[in-house]
């Protein structure tokens, strides 16, 4: 199985500020054949289900606010939130769909300084 | 737009069967371009992968290692739905269950599937006596 691993497990930080969050892969999840990171950004308030955020790591999904930014390729990734807003406090998890099964990090807490 | 509708019962007795079911809206199971998922969540295994039905051309089912012995997946075309079954449940499998699609893709490499992007609104199912 690949294990995805992410830090910070929380962060705080103050609203306007940039929030990084990291995942590793165990193993590249870059298929070499589309040039495709087959990786994706999930955001989870609570109560909710996890809303998919990015995939291809870094193609925004429909209606995500251009704050957030996905980067990397192979095995080590970030998402990036360019200015934290108060509505993204929530838990954010990396995921692998390359190969089943799918697997998830861990997720990261962030919060309002 | 494509949504997700889970029922089920929201308490199970260990060594029974867990069944929740997911209707869709806006989509078909028997689409050849999305694969339909079952996810679990709780504390301790935070977010797991049980397993997935698809179809192209027929039914593929994959499944988790850890559960392959105790969970099938069934589509039902009739009420375009498809179900969780697990069987001889413990209280480790208490958690909340999701429903996820996943977009298909059939192109020069052949086929593949992106990332889950519609979600059930969860069943928190309890395995107890």
């Known amino acids: 199985d690949i294990v995805m691993t992410q830090s910070p497990d929380s962060l705080a930080a103050s609203l306007g500020e940039r929030a990084t969050i990291n995942c590793k892969s165990s193993?590249?999840?870059?298929?070499?054949?589309?040039?495709?990171?087959?990786l994706a950004w999930y955001q989870q308030k609570p109560g909710q289900p996890p809303k998919l955020l990015i995939y291809?790591?870094?193609t925004r999904e429909s209606g995500v606010p251009d704050r957030f930014s996905g980067s990397g390729s192979g095995t080590d990734f970030t998402l990036t939130i360019s200015s934290l807003q108060a509505e993204d406090v929530a838990v954010y998890y990396c995921?692998?769909?390359?190969?089943?099964?799918?697997?998830f990090g861990g997720g990261t807490k962030v919060e309002i300084k | 737009q494509v949504q997700l509708q889970q029922s089920g019962p929201g308490l199970v007795k260990p060594s029974q069967t867990l069944s929740l079911t997911c209707a869709i809206s806006?989509?078909?199971?028997?689409?050849?371009?999305?694969?339909w998922n079952w996810i679990r969540q709780s504390p301790s295994r935070g977010l797991e992968w049980l397993g997935r039905?698809?179809?192209?051309?027929?039914?593929?089912?994959d499944y988790a290692v850890s559960v392959k012995s105790r969970i099938t997946i069934n589509p039902d075309t009739s009420k375009n739905l498809f179900s969780l079954q697990l069987i001889s449940v413990t209280p480790e499998d208490t958690a909340v269950y999701y429903c996820?699609?996943?977009?298909?893709?059939?192109?020069?490499?052949?086929?593949?599937?992106?990332?889950?992007?519609?979600w059930g609104q969860g069943t928190t199912v309890t395995v107890s006596s």
């Open positions: 996820t699609r996943s977009v298909g893709y059939d192109d020069y490499i052949g086929y593949y599937y992106s990332a889950m992007d519609v």
């Open positions: 806006g989509d078909s199971v028997s689409s050849k371009s999305a694969a």
């Open positions: 039905t698809s179809y192209r051309s027929k039914w593929y089912n």
């Open positions: 193993q590249s999840v870059l298929y070499g054949s589309n040039n495709k990171n087959y």
């Open positions: 291809w790591a870094s």
């Open positions: 995921q692998q769909y390359f190969i089943i099964p799918l697997t």
